[in-house]
């Protein structure tokens, strides 16, 4: 399943050498979602892997990003124990500017202006690819 969200790039960092076979690289994006006319505040780790690690070097920090996505899970149990542990990933595999052009053999992107309010400039632009549809029995909710 591919997913698709727009966020302000906030830290990006080095890529791993996690063995001979397998590298990667984290960031984060922060998320803003309008709920109510209130302004919530979220912050997503990512990870890029193997060949993708180097496509968020034509970004810099404070870039209004679409990334695509999967959400990889892993289980794991250590040898001799019952404790069973899960982690979930979110593998980026695409990263873009969101008001890019499709992309038609044409590898050069629009970099967005900064905008450093905590708006990112036009909300509606910002959130327009959020999936976050709250229920209407917690949408009043505090968000913690």
Do not use: H
């Not at 993708?52 to 404070?62: S, V």
């Not at 149990?77 to 038609?104: C, H």
């Amino acid at each position: 399943m591919s997913l698709e969200i727009t966020g302000k790039l906030i830290v990006k960092e080095n890529t791993i050498v996690v063995s001979d076979k397998f590298k990667k690289r984290e960031f984060v994006i922060e998320l803003a979602e309008d709920i109510n006319g209130n302004t919530y505040t979220n912050f997503a780790k990512m990870q890029l892997v193997q060949n993708k690690c180097e496509i968020i070097d034509k970004f810099n920090i404070g870039d209004v990003i679409k990334v695509s996505f999967n959400i990889k899970g892993t289980k794991w149990q250590k040898p001799g124990e019952d404790k069973v542990s899960y982690f979930t990933n979110l593998d980026a595999w695409r990263i873009e500017s969101p008001n890019a052009a499709p992309n038609n053999g044409n590898n050069q992107q629009q970099t967005p202006a900064n905008n450093n309010n905590n708006n990112y400039g036009n909300q509606d632009t910002y959130n327009s690819n959020v999936q976050f549809n709250p229920s209407p029995e917690t949408a009043d909710d505090l968000p913690f």
